[in-house]
T-cell receptor, first 112, second 115 residues
Framework: GESVGLHLPTLSVQEGDNSIINCAYS??????FIWYKQESGKGPQFIID?????DKRQGQRVTVLLNKTVKHLSLQIAATQPGDSAVYFC???????????FGKGITLSVRP | EAQVTQNPRYLITVTGKKLTVTCSQN?????MSWYRQDPGLGLRQIYY???????DKGDVPEGYKVSRKEKRNFPLILESPSPNQTSLYFC??????????????FGPGTRLTVL
């Protein structure tokens, strides 16, 4: 069936380095892709999104890349800070009712 | 302050005792949704509502009910809770879904334990 998943369960980076979090998806009909950040004890928080007709979108310190050929989504965080430590989820929107499907999540740990 | 609120935040109950988790948003959002989050499974949608009096099943609706009598409220009802419904529950809301995706705001979560 269609699914959204993540390659790695955990990622550890040095403070100040760039982080790259990857996600594979299987539904080629998805319209939107979103990255969420979830800090301990809190609900997911929207970071950035990208439409299926785009291949790159930049925000503040974050960039999302979409490669539809290989059905791959990535989140790049520049100059990673301790406050970036969290679980990150990719999610996709598809279907007539715009169903939101989440991946399983990856933990980003920032080393001081 | 624009927010989604859930109550209670923590609940321990016993099998078969009906419970309701409330969700309220003050952003005039049309779309509301409930998710459960379990280790290794991520967030899975239980039910969603496109607007008042319009609700539909998500991926894991069994054992749950919802209602949307008012725009701001979207309670989750467990008529007869079972231990496999022990989970972390999130309510979320946004303006209308559709091709122009609108940011979905999540509540703080409700940790439910069913003994």
């Amino acid at each position: 069936g269609e699914s959204v998943g993540l390659h790695l369960p955990t990622l550890s980076v040095q403070e100040g380095d760039n982080s790259i979090i990857n996600c594979a998806y299987s539904n080629s009909a998805s319209d939107y892709f979103i990255w969420y950040k979830q800090e301990s004890g809190k609900g997911p928080q929207f970071i950035i999104d990208i439409r299926s007709n785009m291949d790159k979108r930049q925000g503040q310190r974050v960039t999302v890349l979409l490669n539809k050929t290989v059905k791959h989504l990535s989140l790049q965080i520049a100059a990673t800070q301790p406050g970036d430590s969290a679980v990150y989820f990719c999610a996709e929107i598809s279907g007539a009712n715009s169903k939101l499907t989440f991946g399983k999540g990856i933990t980003l740990s920032v080393r001081p | 302050e624009a927010q989604v609120t859930q109550n209670p935040r923590y609940l321990i109950t016993v099998t078969g005792k009906k419970l309701t988790v409330t969700c309220s948003q003050n952003m005039n959002h049309e779309y509301m949704s409930w998710y459960r989050q379990d280790p290794g499974l991520g967030l899975r949608q239980i039910y969603y509502s496109m607007n008042v009096e319009v609700t539909d099943k998500g991926d894991v609706p069994e054992g749950y009910k919802v209602s949307r009598k008012e725009k701001r409220n979207f309670p989750l009802i467990l008529e007869s809770p079972s231990p496999n419904q022990t989970s972390l529950y999130f309510c979320a809301s946004s303006f209308r879904q559709g091709w122009s995706y609108n940011e979905q705001f999540f509540g703080p979560g409700t940790r439910l334990t069913v003994l």
